[in-house]
Every structure is written in structure tokens, then in C-alpha cells.
């Protein structure tokens, strides 16, 4: 910034509000700091400068550039969607230089949208999943805003609709009009949320594998061991070309471990270890 102007700092502030959102307090927290570092280097008068700076965010505001409101707004959905509380959201608005009764009607939210909130802290943190962490995840949900009851529920439904549980499977064929190819079938899972249409084509497919193969996949490669994983186990097992409802249970009841290491493996010599 060559010249501390009205124009110089106005065009500072406009391609910063093409960059990012601010509030008025952000906005002048912003051009305040560029002004101290020119004044710093070039001198000049910071009393006529503090004029110049307000002239220019009156001009933001007026034409619509800042407005608190809408930042508010567009904040709030924001933090929401990271699984922040009201309570949270109201704390950081209010950081942002948002005026108390704004941040407090602005963070307002409905019950649906407040367990909303919470079960995405709870999948985004991974909560829940470990029955002796259950005290620990129930802190951590308190500590971010959010009541003993919604908590409670949230966690509830974190270990009710255990991800891999709630999956289904999706069975892969050719197109309609379509000559199947070799390898041209094969398994999904559809998780809650995502859209698989019905019929659609698996471009390759490993051969399906039974379930005493299946053991012996997650005794070698130690599947089944940590709960919080179990989700990515099955992945392993059904990408080595095992059925869902097989790598599930092999997951549920493993080989014992008295049993040999290679027993039961036949044809998994050709699965990259690197994929687990």
C-alpha cells in the first residue's frame, strides 16, 4: 500500500471481502493492522487515518459489502455443520465482533438441529464407539455445549447405528442391454446417506471366498481387534473378495487363536497386505 488514502484502503478492503467474510469488527480489526504496519514504515497521522479507515467501512456497509446479520447467518450454518452447540456458536459470533443480541438470536437453534450438531461431533470425533471411553466421550460432548440429555442421546444413536450395521449391500451387474463380462459383478456397501443406483457395472471383482478363508484373513492381519476399526476390517475382507455377510461374521467370531497361523488361507496369496 503505497498511500494511506481513502481509495487505497478502500480497495484493500474490497479484495479482502472478495476473499473471505467479516463482520464490521473484522473488517476494521483487518484494515487497521495494514495501516499500522504502513505507518510504521512511512509515518503519518494515525488520528486522520482512524478517520479514513471508519469512512471506509461506513462505505462497505452502506453498499451492502459488510453485514453483520448475514455473517451471522451464513457463521451459524457454518459452525452447525461442524457439530458446534448453540452455545458455542453464540461464544464464537461473539468473538467475531458480533453484537450480544444478534450472536444470541442468531445462534438459536431447534432441537432437531441442536442433536443434528451433536451426532456430527459425535461421527466427526469418532464417539461412542468404545464402551470403556463412554464417560470420556460424554465429557467431551458436555465440554462443547451440549446438555447431559442431548449428549446422552447422541452417543445412543452413535452405538444403535453402528455404520457397518446400518450398511446394505448393493449387488453389482452390467447395465440393462449389456453382455456381462468376465468379472463384471461384485458387492457394495451403501452407507446411511449415500446414493447407489440399482444397476450399475464393477469394473473388476475379486473371486468370493468362503468363511474359513475369511478367518484366516483376520487372524493374519490381526482384524477384529480394535472396535473403532471395524468398519475399515470389513473394507479389508471385502476387497480380498469376501461376501459381506461372510466378513462380518468372521469378524464377529475369528478363528481361535490356538489354531494355526496359515490354516485355511488357500488362494489369499495374491491380496496386497497393503491394502488393509
Avoid at 59 to 71: C, I, L, S
Avoid at 76 to 98: C, D, F, N, P
Wanted: aromatic letters at 4%.
Amino acid at each position: 500500500m503505497k498511500h494511506l488514502s481513502e481509495k487505497s484502503l478502500t480497495n484493500v478492503a474490497l479484495f479482502y471481502l472478495r476473499k473471505h467474510s467479516a463482520s464490521r469488527k473484522g473488517l476494521v480489526q483487518m484494515l487497521e493492522r495494514k495501516v499500522k504496519l504502513a505507518l510504521r514504515a512511512k509515518g503519518g497521522d494515525p488520528v486522520a487515518v482512524k478517520a479514513i479507515v471508519d469512512g471506509v467501512v461506513a462505505h462497505m456497509e452502506k453498499n451492502g459489502y459488510v453485514d453483520d446479520a448475514r455473517f451471522a447467518e451464513s457463521k451459524t450454518a457454518s459452525l452447525h455443520r461442524q457439530g458446534k452447540s448453540s452455545r458455542v456458536i453464540q461464544m464464537k459470533l461473539r468473538e467475531k465482533g458480533i453484537e450480544p443480541s444478534l450472536a444470541a438470536k442468531s445462534a438459536i437453534s431447534t432441537p432437531e438441529q441442536e442433536f443434528e450438531a451433536a451426532c456430527m461431533l459425535v461421527k466427526r470425533k469418532r464417539l461412542g464407539r468404545d464402551p470403556e471411553r463412554k464417560q470420556k466421550d460424554f465429557a467431551v460432548l458436555m465440554r462443547a455445549g451440549f446438555g447431559s440429555d442431548l449428549a446422552r442421546r447422541a452417543l445412543a444413536a452413535s452405538a444403535e447405528e453402528e455404520v457397518v450395521e446400518a450398511g446394505r449391500v448393493v449387488q453389482l451387474t452390467p447395465r440393462s442391454g449389456q453382455v456381462p463380462r468376465s468379472g463384471e459383478t461384485g458387492q457394495v456397501i451403501a452407507f446411511p446417506g449415500s446414493f447407489v443406483p440399482d444397476v450399475v457395472v464393477a469394473k473388476k471383482a475379486a473371486p468370493v471366498r468362503g468363511l474359513e478363508d475369511a478367518r484366516a484373513l483376520v487372524k493374519k492381519k490381526r482384524l477384529g481387534v480394535d472396535p473403532a476399526r471395524r468398519q475399515k476390517d470389513l473394507a479389508v475382507l471385502m476387497r480380498a473378495g469376501f461376501r459381506f455377510d461372510v466378513g462380518k461374521q468372521a469378524l464377529d467370531n475369528p478363528v481361535p487363536l490356538g489354531e494355526r497361523e496359515s490354516g485355511g488361507l488357500g488362494e489369499l496369496g495374491d491380496f496386497d497386505e497393503s491394502d488393509g
